[in-house]
Each structure stands twice: as structure tokens, then as C-alpha cells.
């Protein structure tokens, strides 16, 4: 329910990989060589990296676009995201494995429908005034103020009420049982701002012409469009344990991927979270430049959004998964930072159960590519020679290179491809308009959920109702199994659930998932102390950052 | 005059953003499903759910009142941000400019006057300089100038003005490059013609001194296609600025009207085109009053032939 489509916003540049990038091309043998066979979930990858120890003047971090608001409802993007969760800080926090801990207040759960949160003593916003129960309420309601239009309103779909209940707690009840609120608590929605300052702000509140009041180690500077969102140390950050080390951050939007790389290479940027960077290999082999890797939430897929052409057979279905060169995919669209899929889901949110999802998955088969077996599915379903569309944008270039994979695959198990290509700017219609999805079948995405967790992904597409179900998909199986784990506190039986709906979905593919993308984080030379994985679009990632000793 | 293209291309430029595909609420929620009631408030705002010319005439009139509307996208007046963009644009363009007719006319000169190794060498270096569009220029700048050698920052604005010239060399000249060879080109070629005319024929004979000779009969004739040329190249140099603007990540106009468009974000769209037409027209009015600056015979209002 809180899964978000991500389109990545890569313009096709083609003279400038040419001559910046050594391996741009669509060569299916080009580099990446060090992930081939890298499938299990955590090899080789990182979630953090080690805390700096001195101090930084200054830190220009690029985002792939400028920042278009600092008000996390309508925080939706990862520029937005990664500005928020710089400065703000969310009722729980996600650890950067994705672990679930306390953030500014402290979780029980008296009975199933009722969640009890404590605020932490000594939590206080930048200006020194300490966070309240009534603030707490007051940011969580903003997400639902329909006069607002927040994008987060529908996670609170099973919310019965937010309340203050002492002058330190804040009491939700359900309507039913939810355990999948508590993610979206550590998450954006969950960010809490101060209720006087941001009345006082009215509508200017997160925009360039207002300001913001928050509770993080950075806190907000000042806000120019086009040059950047300024962050500075927090002296008086209310947790003594953490000590921020750079005076001051900005995080400047860089659409441009060859600007990025030259910026990278030459110190005029020094850390990032960019993705699907073409220009990954140049900038691994830079001594300007060190790359991690850390487990990644988002999955590349095809969504299948029509079950009434010929991908409305399973066995075509199955047999196109079969058919798709994914190695090939993951060397030359993500340069290597990507894994091999074995469910829908990235192994990167397995944020709880760990122990229960990494068998369960290490047990289900990888998605390696078998044409003779693909053809013969296609064989029995009597599909040959049979055509379906793809909706595409030949403006994004990750989106038409995978597009390219998949004509490759159909035509290999003799089944045709139409392309209906719409500009880059129209692309999110198909996600959103029923008249821009009539007359195709289905259509690429990167998409991730709000927080570690597989079912904030499947949830949006297996579930009837979902936001991205598009199909009407139901299999009761899986909605029992999903809606079983959303009431399960206990977190084993819960990775349990979860599993069996992710092995169920895999045999019945509604989508059909192409790679698991990493993390990357990027920093020049002498600066560590980021977090490394995708945790980062959702609490605060800079704490540890600094100069290496 | 430039009240009625400012009026023609408003209007022009509104209906062909009204008209394209797109929706900026979708932009705006970044495609999430909104709940109908925010939606509804949502177009109420920015007065999207009225019809298209009710739309601009609401445009219009708080355009005259000075007032250029609110970005959907940023929640933040157009004015204040154009402000914070129009420098770095302006200084681009300026930049580019100066280095377009301090080195594109005097190529232009010399090679005209001195033909030989020195003009030949001239002719080849724009004949292919002409060619490179800007954003190859930047890219090839971006890794001698920036990358390999060091030189120059990559990326960015500057904080005061020496590290902005510092910043804007690079964009400049990739903005300049090809503009400068038409330049140089048509510099040469009209103080060639001037100095095969008859009178500077009769005035070599009559043996005027070189320099005389130079700046009354053959520079001060032949600047009339030059400035026209410059002129021309100048003016679209605005348009152009854009790809530069990107390539070097500057917080420049065109670069923002670009991706405005594309989230059709209107009111920033309108505000920025008024800026670049305004620009525009004012450059071409230079052009003219230099005419009749450079060639009394030109009045005013009227044009050269």
C-alpha cells in the first residue's frame, strides 16, 4: 500500500556516454563483470559504511533532480526523500538494515488495534522547543488532511484515531489490527514537525518561501531553487550519542548524468545516492571516487497490466519471465549494481525474520534464462506468432533498454512486440490513467515500498484494491496470506507469511520482475560515514558522515 | 511592439501548454492516486478546472497587475523565481557574447585583411567550429578543461564574481564556439567584399593610408552585415543557452523553462518566455539603433535594405 513507482529520470544523452563513459553502449558483454552470479541476498554489499572522525567544512551532495519540496507529505521522489530524511527525523526509524527501532518515541502495542507511542525524554526541534504529544498528532493528521492532499493519506487507511493520552504519549487505535503502520511510522509519513511553527508557516510551510522546524543532527539552512537545499550542523541535536561533522550540506539537483560523473570526478560534488548510473564503471575505476554497494528496496519489473491479450496466459507469462536476458540487464543498464531475482520483491527489504525470508528465498529458484524451455510454454499455450504492446518512453533510456530486452526475448520464443512510445514527461500516465494503459499489455517500472518490509511492495499489485494492481489480480491464497501477516505481531510467523504470498506470486506472475537493483553510494575520497542502503530515503543517512582518519 | 509579441506570444505559448499532453497534478503527486477531494482542491487552486480561456484571461490579468502567478510545483511566485535564475543566464549569455564579438570579428578582420597561411587556418578552424553544436563543446570542454587538466569547475555557480567568471569560461565558450565562427566567417567575407569595392579601389590609388583606409571605407561599410549577423547569433544564443545550462548544471532559465514545460507547470512557463521574448525584441532594437548609428542614411523605424 505505500509502494511507490519510480521512474528513473535518465534522459538519453547519447554523445555524452559516448565520450565520458567507456562502456555506455548496449553491448550486451560490456563490463560489470564483479556481480555475474552474485545472487544470494547480502554478498558483497554493505549497509553502512565506517563513521568519519573529523570534521568537513562542506559537503555538495547531488540528487537527480532539484528538490521540490521540503514537506514530507509531499514527499514522494528521492530528491525529496533524501533532503527530508537528512533534517527530519520519523516517530520510529528504520536502522539501516531496515530494522525496525525507536525513533523519536518508543512503540507498544497493548492489544492488536492499539498502538502506545512514547516520546523519548529530551527530544527537542531545532529551535529548542521539545517535541510534544500534540505535535505528533498534528503531523500524523496532516497526512490525511484532505485540504492538504498529502500523499500518504491512504496509509492510514485502518487508522481509527491519533490521540495524545499523557503529556508524553500518543495513543492510535485501529479499526483492525495493523503491524504494517509501524513501517510506514519509520518512514516519511511518519516525520514530525512542529505544530505551532508550521501553522505559523501556513502554506508556505516546506516550500522556497518558507521554512521548516524539524528535530535532526542537520538542520535546515536555506533553500535557493536551482542552486540547492542547505543543511547545517545541528549543535544542540537532542541525542548526545551522535555527533554530526560536516558544517554544512547541499543537496543540489544534477539531472544531467555526464554533469554528475564530471562533478564527481572532479570534487565539485562529493556523495551521492545516485542510480542506474551509466557511468558507473568510470566513475569504480576513479582514485577520485569510492563506490558501495548496500541492499537496495526497489525492484525493476514488467508490470502486466492487461490480462486480456496473450499475457493474459500464465505460460506466456512464464515463459517471457524465461526468456528475458537478466545478466544482460543487470551488466548493461545497471553496470553490475544489480542482483538476480528470485521473488518480486528486493532480498534488500528483508528488514525483520531475516533468518525465516533468507531461507525461504535461498529455497525458491533464480530466474535464469531457459528459451527452450520458454518455448515450449508458449508452444502449449498456443501462442505463437501471437502479438502484445509494450507501453515505453524511448526519452527514458533504462526504461527503452529493457523494453529492447524484452522484444529480444518474445522474439525468441516467436512472439511479437508492438511499442507504443509516449515522451518521458507522459510516461507516469500509464501508472495513473485507465485511457493511457487501454490497447497495451504492460509496461516497465522501478518500484519500491515506504519501508523494509517485501509486503509494502506485493501488497500494492496481489492485492484486490491495490494502487498498482491493475489487472485485478486476486488469488486467494496470496490476499490470505498478506492480510494474515498485516495482523501478525510476531515477526517470524509474520517473514513467514509474507514468504509464502512472494513464492505464491511467483508462480502466478502478475508482474514479472526483471533485477533487484542495489544501493549505491558514492563519496569522494577521504569522506565516509554515509549510510549504504536504501535506508537512506527514509531516515537519516548523514549522521556518521565525516572525513576518514 | 513589444507589447503586441509579448501579448501574441503569451497567448500562443498557453494554448499550446494547455493543449499538450500532460497533467500537472499528476506531475505534482508524482503519479500517486490522490483522493478526489485533494484533487478537487488541488485544481481549485491553481484554477485548473476552468476552461481554457477563462484560464489565461485569470493569467492575463494578474500578469498586468505584475503579478506572474504561483508555481504548481514548487508552491512558490514565479517572479521570485525567475529572479534567482535570470542572472546566471543573463551573465552566460553576456559572457558568450563578449567572447563572440571580441574574437569572432576580429578573426573575422584579420583573416579578411591578410589573406594567406593566417586566413586559411581561420577558414578551416570555423568551418568546423561551426559545426559543433553546444553541448559536444561542453562535453569535449567538461573533460580537457575540467576533468583532465583541472582548470575549470565542472559544474555549478560561483559565490562572487571572480569565481562565477571562473565558473561560466566553460559554459561560455561552449556557448560561443559555433556562433563565433558564423560570425567570424561573415566578418570575413563582408571585409573582403568592402575592400574589392570600387571607392576603396579609388582610395587605395589615391593613397590614403592603410589604417584610414581601413576603419573609414571598408570596416565602417562592412559593419552593417555584421552587426546583423551578431545580432542574430546573440539573440538566439538565449534559446541556446539552455543545453549549456544543463550539461554544466547552472541554475540558468532556460534550463528551468525546460523541465517547467515538461512538468507543464504553466505559470513558470509563461513567466520565463516573457523574459526570453522580452529579451529578444530588446536585442533586435540594439541591432537597429546601431544601424542608424553605423549608417546615417538608416532612420530610425525604418529598415536597412
Known amino acids: 500500500m505505500g509502494a511507490r513507482r519510480r521512474i528513473a529520470a535518465v534522459t538519453a544523452t547519447v554523445a555524452v556516454c559516448a565520450l565520458l563513459a567507456a562502456a555506455c553502449g548496449r553491448s550486451a558483454n560490456s563490463a560489470g563483470s564483479s556481480a555475474t552470479g552474485n545472487i544470494s541476498p ?186 540547492g537545499v542547505i543543511a547545517v ?152 506468432g501471437k502479438t502484445f504492446t509494450i507501453g515505453t518512453s524511448s526519452q527514458l533510456a533504462n526504461i527503452s533498454a529493457v523494453t529492447g530486452d524484452y522484444q529480444a526475448a518474445a522474439q525468441a520464443i516467436g512472439l511479437k512486440v508492438v511499442l507504443k512510445s509516449v515522451s518521458a514527461q507522459n510516461y507516469i500516465n500509464f501508472f495513473i490513467d485507465p485511457k493511457a494503459r487501454a490497447g497495451i499489455d504492460g509496461f516497465l517500472t522501478v518500484n519500491y515500498g515506504d519501508y523494509a518490509d517485501p509486503a509494502a511492495l506485493l501488497s500494492t499489485l496481489v492485492l484486490p484494491g491495490g494502487s498498482q494492481n491493475y489487472t485485478n489480480f486476486n488469488n486467494p491464497q496470496i490476499t490470505a496470506a498478506l492480510e494474515q501477516a498485516r495482523s501478525t505481531a510476531n515477526l517470524n510467523k509474520r517473514a513467514a507469511l509474507v ?51 | 511592439m513589444l507589447v503586441a509579441s509579448l501579448l501574441v506570444a503569451s497567448f500562443v505559448i498557453f494554448a499550446a501548454l494547455y493543449l499538450a499532453p500532460g497533467n500537472p497534478i499528476a506531475a505534482l503527486s508524482g503519479g500517486r492516486t490522490l483522493p478526489p477531494s485533494s484533487i478537487a482542491v488541488l485544481e481549485a487552486r491553481y484554477h485548473l478546472n476552468e476552461p481554457f480561456l477563462a484560464q489565461y484571461w485569470y493569467w492575463l490579468k494578474n500578469a498586468l497587475h505584475g503579478n506572474l502567478g504561483i508555481s504548481i510545483t514548487l508552491r512558490e511566485n514565479v517572479s521570485t523565481l525567475i529572479a534567482s535564475r535570470i542572472w546566471t543566464t543573463a551573465g552566460l549569455v553576456l559572457y558568450a557574447s563578449l567572447i563572440i564579438v571580441a574574437l569572432g570579428i576580429g578573426l573575422g578582420i584579420l583573416s579578411g585583411l591578410r589573406p594567406g597561411a593566417f586566413d586559411t587556418s581561420t577558414l ?37 564574481f571572480l569565481s562565477n567568471v571562473r565558473h561560466f569560461t566553460l559554459p561560455a565558450v561552449a556557448l560561443a564556439i559555433s556562433s563565433l565562427a558564423i560570425v567570424a566567417r561573415v566578418t570575413r567575407a563582408s571585409v573582403r567584399e568592402e575592400g574589392r569595392r570600387e571607392h576603396v579601389q579609388t582610395a587605395v590609388s589615391r593613397g590614403i593610408p592603410g589604417r584610414q583606409l581601413i576603419q573609414r571605407h571598408v570596416l565602417r561599410n562592412a559593419a552593417i552585415p555584421i552587426t546583423t549577423v551578431t545580432g542574430i547569433t546573440i539573440a538566439s544564443l538565449i534559446a541556446v543557452a539552455a543545453v549549456v545550462e544543463v550539461a554544466f548544471s547552472l541554475n540558468g532559465l532556460g534550463a528551468y523553462l525546460v523541465l517547467s514545460a515538461q512538468s507543464k507547470d504553466l505559470a513558470v512557463v509563461q513567466g520565463i518566455s516573457l523574459v526570453l521574448v522580452t529579451a529578444f525584441v530588446v536585442v533586435n532594437v540594439i541591432v537597429d539603433v546601431l544601424y542608424a548609428v553605423l549608417d546615417p542614411r538608416v532612420a530610425l523605424g525604418s529598415r536597412a535594405q
Open chain 1, 42 to 227: 547480502t554478498k558483497g554489499l554493505v549497509t553502512d559504511t565506517q563513521a568519519g572522525t573529523k570534521t568537513v567544512p562542506s559537503v555538495t551532495w547531488a540528487v537527480y533532480r532539484d528538490v521540490n519540496s521540503l514537506d514530507p507529505i509531499y514527499a514522494f521522489d528521492y530528491p525529496e526523500n533524501t533532503a527530508d530524511s537528512l533534517m527530519c527525523e520519523s516517530l520510529l526509524r528504520q536502522a539501516p538494515d531496515g530494522a525496525l527501532q525507536p525513533g523519536l518515541a518508543s512503540v507498544a502495542t497493548p492489544s492488536p488495534t492499539t498502538m502506545v507511542f512514547t516520546l523519548r525524554p529530551g527530544v527537542k526541534f531545532w529551535d529548542g522547543h521539545p517535541v510534544t504529544p500534540a505535535d505528533v498528532v498534528y503531523s500524523l493528521d496532516r497526512n490525511t488532511d484532505p485540504k492538504l492532499g498529502g500523499f500518504y493519506s491512504l496509509v492510514f487507511n485502518r487508522v481509527k484515531s491519533i490521540a495524545a493520552t499523557s503529556s508524553t504519549q500518543v495513543t492510535i487505535t485501529l479499526k483492525q489490527p495493523d503491524y504494517w503502520l509501524q513501517g510506514e511510522l519509520a518512514s516519511v509519513p511518519g516525520i514530525i514537525i512542529e505544530k505551532a511553527f508550521a501553522q505559523k508557516q501556513g502554506k508556505n510551510y516546506g516550500t522556497p518561501a518558507g521554512s521548516i522546524m524539524c528535530t535532526g543532527a542537520y538542520m535546515f539552512k536555506s533553500w535557493n531553487p536551482g542552486v
Open chain 1, 233 to 384: 550542523r545541528n549543535p544542540h541535536y537532542w541525542n548526545s550519542s551522535v555527533h554530526p561533522l560536516v558544517d554544512q550540506i547541499t543537496i543540489k539537483g544534477v539531472p544531467d548524468i555526464s554533469s554528475f560523473t564530471s562533478g564527481m570526478l572532479t570534487g565539485g560534488i562529493q556523495g551521492s545516492y545516485y542510480f542506474a548510473l551509466s557511468t558507473l564503471n568510470q566513475l569504480k575505476s576513479s582514485s577520485a571516487v569510492k563506490v558501495w554497494q548496500g541492499p537496495g528496496w526497489s525492484t525493476d519489473a514488467f508490470i502486466v497490466s492487461s490480462f486480456k491479450g496473450v499475457l493474459g496466459s500464465l505460460k506466456v507469462r512464464q515463459a517471457l519471465s524465461l526468456a528475458l536476458n537478466r545478466q544482460g540487464i543487470i551488466n548493461s543498464v545497471y553496470k553490475g549494481a544489480a542482483l538476480m531475482p528470485r521473488w518480486l520483491s528486493n532480498p534488500g527489504t528483508f528488514g525483520y525474520g531475516k533468518s525465516v525470508f533468507t531461507a525461504a528465498y535461498d529455497g525458491s529458484p533464480v530466474l535464469t534464462q531457459n528459451i527452450t524451455e520458454a518455448k515450449k510454454l508458449v508452444q502449449q499455450a498456443g501462442a505463437t
Open chain 1, 499 to 549: 514468504a509464502k504470498a512472494e513464492k505464491l506470486t511467483m508462480q502466478q506472475m502478475p508482474w514479472i520482475p526483471n533485477v533487484q537493483p542495489t544501493s549505491l553510494l558514492l563519496l569522494s575520497k577521504g569522506l565516509t560515514g554515509a549510510v549504504a542502503s536504501f535506508a537512506y530515503m527514509f531516515a537519516p543517512w548523514a549522521d556518521g558522515l565525516g572525513g576518514s582518519g
Open chain 2, 124 to 160: 578551416v578552424t570555423t568551418a568546423v567550429s561551426a559545426a559543433i553544436p553546444a553541448f559536444v563543446a561542453a562535453i569535449v570542454l567538461i573533460l580537457v578543461f575540467a576533468v583532465k587538466l583541472g582548470w575549470f569547475p565542472a559544474l555549478g555557480n560561483g559565490t562572487d
